[in-house]
């Protein structure tokens, strides 16, 4: 069965950092990108940031771009996400999802992890 | 950015309607377009993948349609618990999401 728990977050005040993670299990993790997805109450999914199986390549929404930085360790099936200068705007429900493949829609979705700005 | 939008923004139907949700892309996104259900306290679940393919699972009365800009998720007779609301979602260009349809059952 897949498995997606995220973890990292909380409370933080404006312009601080936190760093999220996603334990994996259920499938093999280095064969798939990964994403991260954040909804704020109220409101649809957006799309943060996204990397390909291997690590090599990255991919953000320009709401992440130069805060942002997402990373993986294949040999632990970790995905993070190191946010920098956080915003009031950047508070919402942050989800880690797999790919169903390279590129592809997103067919399992942990339970998300609350991020919180505030001061 | 392409964006999507979805109307109507609020369906009220009664079980065994049938439901019409349409999604409208400022740009060609090709076929490369999604539909998710989330439901309250529920993370994102992935109905159908470029624009027609239902996902493992998902029942038959659930189908897509559509490509270039216009697409079109069709509930052909609704359950109660197809309330919801559903989210386009393309991968043409990075990714984006609609701001949703809210299905209501009664």
């Known amino acids: 069965e897949v498995q997606l728990v995220e973890s990292g977050g909380g409370l933080v005040q404006p312009g601080g950092s936190l760093r999220l993670s996603c334990a994996a299990s259920?499938?093999?993790?280095?064969?798939?990108?990964m994403a991260w997805v954040r909804q704020a109450p109220g409101k649809g999914p957006e799309y943060v940031s996204a990397i390909g199986d291997s690590g090599a390549n990255t991919y953000y929404g320009d709401s992440a771009k130069g805060r942002f930085t997402i990373s993986r360790d294949n040999s632990e099936n970790i995905l993070y996400l190191q946010m920098n200068s956080l915003r009031v705007e950047d508070t919402a429900l942050y989800y880690c999802a797999k790919e169903m493949g390279r590129r592809q829609p997103f067919d399992y979705w942990g339970q998300g992890t609350l991020v919180t700005v505030s001061s | 950015e392409i964006v999507l939008t979805q109307s109507p923004a609020t369906l009220s139907l009664s079980p065994g309607d049938r439901a019409t949700l349409s999604c409208r892309a400022s740009q060609s996104v090709s076929s490369f377009l999604a539909w998710y259900q989330q439901k309250p306290g529920q993370a994102p679940r992935l109905l159908i993948s470029?624009?027609?393919n239902r996902a493992t699972g998902i029942p038959g009365r659930f189908s897509g349609s559509g490509s270039g800009t216009d697409f079109t998720l069709t509930i052909s007779s609704l359950e109660p618990e197809d309330s919801a609301a559903y989210y386009c979602?393309?991968?043409?260009?990075?990714?984006?999401f609609g701001q949703g349809t809210k299905v209501e059952v009664k």
């Open positions: 470029d624009a027609s």
């Open positions: 259920g499938f093999t993790f280095r064969n798939y990108g």
């Open positions: 979602q393309q991968r043409y260009s990075s990714w984006t």
